[in-house]
């Protein structure tokens, strides 16, 4: 399986950006994850394909909504306000398990990574 990110930009604080991610066959899960320089890739939410074992972090909670299309090969993460912490690489994630893609070990297939830059 192949999965395409874009839509990371430069944005201001308090500003908003909608990632997408394209996959090249059906999954059961998808998810995001983050990775800023220095620091651990860390898991930023996910949901099973049925819309089940739906799961932010704690920062992502009521600024981020993750989501997938009608078609069910292209999942996206509404960012709002933004904050300069929450600059990284962003990564998609997917699997073809259940309730997979909020634990990096499970992830079976990532993105190339799309970069978020949020400026103060």
């Known amino acids: 399986m192949m999965l395409v990110e874009s839509g990371g930009d430069s944005v201001q604080a308090g500003g908003s950006l909608r990632l997408s991610c394209t996959a090249s066959e059906y999954r059961y899960c998808m998810g995001w994850f983050r990775q800023a320089p220095g620091m651990e890739r860390e898991w930023v939410a996910s949901?099973?394909?049925?819309?089940?074992?739906?799961k932010y972090a704690d920062f992502a909670e009521g600024r981020f909504t993750i989501s997938h299309d009608s078609n069910k090969r292209i999942h996206y993460l509404q960012m709002n306000d933004l904050r300069p912490e929450d600059t990284a690489t962003y990564y998609c994630a997917a699997a073809r398990t259940y309730g997979a893609c909020a634990v990096s070990d499970n992830v079976r297939f990532w993105g190339q990574g799309t970069q978020v830059t949020v400026s103060s």
């Open positions: 949901t099973d394909i049925n819309g089940g074992n739906m």
